[in-house]
C-alpha cells in the first residue's frame, strides 16, 4: 500500500514542502530512501526501525521504498525521521488514519520520543502559508512553533503518543503559547553606561551610532576600554519589536542556536566572531548553505575585535553585505539569500604594540609598520564606516571616581526618540534608520542650513572626501540633528559629523 505524509525542507531562511512516498514491496527486508537525501537521512531507517518497535509496533521484513520529493532538492537533517515512520505505519496498515491535511516534524529517539528540530518556525510558517491547517512538531517546540497564528499545532512528545491521537484513542494535545512576549526586557549580559568611566566622547559617538544605525570603529591603546564601550552598545539601542523579534528568531532556529527554553529572541544579538573565523563563518556558506555572523547580527551588532587583523579577505568580503543589508550565497544546486542588517562596530589598536600616539608609553614601532598596519583596513572598507573615534588612555582619577555616569536606560530613552523619527520620516518606505539611505532618499530628506553648506564645502575639500563619505557625513549628520530633536541640518551638526572621519597615519 502506498502511503503519502507531507513535511518540509529548509532553504536558506525559507521552506519547502516534503512529499514523504513510502511503498513496501516485496523482496528481500531493507530500506532505500531515494530523493537527494543526506548521510543523516540516510541514517534515519535505523532510528525509524527502533522508534517503531520501541512504541509497539512492527517494522515490516519487507522491501520498503522511500521517496523524498521534490526529488531534485537536497533533503538535510532528521527532521524526516517522523513522517517517514508514519508514512511506513500507514503504508503496512498497521495504523488508519487520514493525514491530507497534517504537517510532520520531528527527529525520533530509539526509545520513540520527539527530539528538538532546528527549522521549526519557518516550516510551520511554510504550512500556513501553503493552506495546512494542523501541523504536528516536537513538544519541546511547541512554544517556538506558536509564534506562527491562524494554524492548529498539535505537540507531541512521543511516537506512541502520535499513534493514539491518529487512531483517535486520546484528545489533540493542548497547546500553551508563550503569553510572555514583550519588548520590556531585562537586558542580561551587557554593559551599562553609567559603570565607564570617563571616555564621555566615544559614549556620545555610540549614541549618535545606535540612533542611526551607524557603523563604527574605535582605535586606541591596549586596556582604553574598547571592548567594553561594545559591549555596552546593545544596552541603548532600541527595543526589538515583535516583527524583528521573529526575523532574528527565524535565522536563530534554523541555524539550531535557538535555546529550548527561549522560544523567541527579545534581545538585539551581539556577535563577537574571532580574527581567525573563515570566510564561510563569518558571511555564511557550507555544502547546505547556513547563516554566517554577520546574518546571526541581524538587528544587533556584529563587533570585530582586532580589527586589523582579520583577513584581507573578510574584511572585503563584508563590503557588498553593509551596503545591501543581505547576502547572496551561491552554490551549484541555486542561490540562497540571509539577511544582514547589522552595526558593525570595530575595536582596533593604533599600531602592533599598540601605543602609538599616546602619551604614557613609547611607541617602539616604525613609522613605516604603523602605515601599513593602518592600511590593513582598505580606503573602500573606511568609507562604509560612519563613525571613527579614537578612545584614549583613562586618568587615574576618572578610574577612582565614586560618580556614576549617565545610565544606559536614560541614553536609550533619546535613541528610540530619535529612531521613532526616522521611522515617521521613512514610513511607507523600507528603510529605519537614517543609515539605511540611498543617495535619492539623502536628496529629499537631508535639509542643509546655508552656514552648514559652507562648511561641508570646505571639509570636502580639505579632507579630499569621496561621494560616499559625503553622503555618510550628511547621513550622520541628519542623525545627530535627530537627537538635537531639529528638522534641519545645522553647521554643529555637520561639524560633529566631520570629525569622526577616520584619519590615517602617512
Do not use: W
Amino acid at each position: 500500500m502506498l502511503a503519502k505524509v507531507r513535511s518540509g525542507a529548509i532553504v536558506g531562511l525559507d521552506g519547502v514542502i516534503v512529499e514523504v512516498e513510502v511503498d513496501i514491496l516485496s523482496g528481500l527486508p531493507k530500506v532505500l530512501i531515494v530523493g537527494l537525501p543526506d548521510t543523516a537521512v540516510e541514517e534515519s531507517s535505523e532510528r525509524v526501525r527502533s522508534a517503531i518497535h520501541n512504541s509497539g509496533g512492527t517494522f515490516p521484513m519487507r522491501r520498503v521504498v522511500v521517496n523524498l520529493a521534490p526529488a531534485d532538492l537536497k533533503k538535510a537533517g532528521p527532521a524526516y525521521d517522523l513522517p517517514i515512520a508514519v508514512g511506513i505505519l500507514l503504508s503496512s496498515e498497521q495504523l488508519r488514519a487520514d493525514v491530507e491535511n497534517i504537517m510532520f516534524l520531528g527527529e525520533l529517539s530509539l526509545d520513540g520520543t520527539l527530539r528538538h528540530t532546528n527549522g521549526v518556525l519557518p516550516l510551520v510558517a511554510l504550512a500556513h502559508d501553503e493552506g495546512i491547517p494542523n501541523i504536528i512538531v516536537p513538544e519541546i517546540d511547541a512554544k517556538e512553533a506558536g509564534l506562527v497564528d491562524g494554524i492548529n499545532i498539535i505537540p507531541i512528545s512521543s511516537l506512541s503518543q502520535l499513534i493514539n491521537y491518529l487512531r483517535g484513542d486520546i484528545p489533540a494535545p493542548a497547546l500553551v503559547k508563550d503569553t510572555a512576549i514583550t519588548n520590556s526586557v531585562p537586558l542580561m549580559n551587557y554593559t551599562d553606561m553609567e559603570d565607564i568611566k570617563g571616555q564621555e566622547h566615544v559614549k556620545r559617538a555610540l549614541e549618535v551610532a545606535a540612533a542611526g544605525g551607524h557603523n563604527m570603529v574605535m582605535s586606541g591603546p591596549p586596556g582604553s576600554g574598547k571592548t567594553l564601550l561594545a559591549r555596552a552598545l546593545p544596552s541603548i539601542l532600541p527595543p526589538m519589536t515583535n516583527d524583528e523579534s521573529l526575523e532574528v528568531t527565524k535565522i536563530y532556529s534554523v541555524s539550531g542556536l535557538l535555546p529550548a527554553d527561549t522560544p523567541m529572541i527579545r534581545q538585539r544579538p551581539f556577535r563577537s566572531p574571532h580574527y581567525t573565523i573563515s570566510n564561510a563563518g563569518l558571511v555564511g556558506g557550507g555544502h547546505f548553505p547556513k547563516p554566517g555572523e554577520i546574518s546571526l547580527s541581524h538587528k544587533g551588532v556584529l563587533f570585530l575585535d582586532e580589527l586589523p587583523e582579520f583577513g584581507h579577505s573578510l574584511l572585503e568580503v563584508l563590503r557588498q553585505p553593509l551596503e545591501d543589508k543581505m547576502v547572496t550565497i551561491s552554490r551549484a544546486q541555486g542561490r540562497v539569500t540571509f539577511p544582514s542588517s547589522f552595526m558593525l562596530v570595530g575595536a582596533m589598536n593604533p599600531c602592533p604594540c599598540g601605543y602609538y600616539g599616546d602619551p604614557f608609553h613609547k611607541c617602539t614601532c616604525p613609522q613605516s609598520i604603523v602605515s601599513r598596519y593602518q592600511r590593513r583596513i582598505s580606503g573602500p572598507f573606511i568609507d562604509r564606516v560612519d563613525i571613527f573615534v579614537e578612545v584614549p588612555h583613562i586618568d587615574y582619577e576618572k578610574l577612582t571616581d565614586k560618580r556614576l555616569g549617565e545610565s544606559s536606560a536614560k541614553v536609550q530613552e533619546r535613541v528610540t526618540a530619535a529612531r521613532e523619527r526616522q521611522l515617521k520620516r521613512f514610513k511607507g518606505m523600507r528603510f529605519t534608520s537614517n543609515a539605511e539611505m540611498t543617495p535619492a532618499e539623502i536628496r529629499d530628506f537631508c535639509h542643509v542650513e546655508d552656514s552648514a553648506q559652507s562648511l561641508l564645502q570646505a571639509a570636502m575639500k580639505q579632507l579630499y572626501l569621496s561621494a560616499r563619505a559625503f553622503h555618510r557625513i550628511l547621513k550622520l549628520a541628519l542623525t545627530i540633528a535627530d537627537l538635537d530633536n531639529c528638522d534641519t541640518i545645522k553647521a554643529n551638526h555637520i561639524a560633529e559629523a566631520v570629525q569622526y572621519r577616520p584619519r590615517r597615519t602617512e
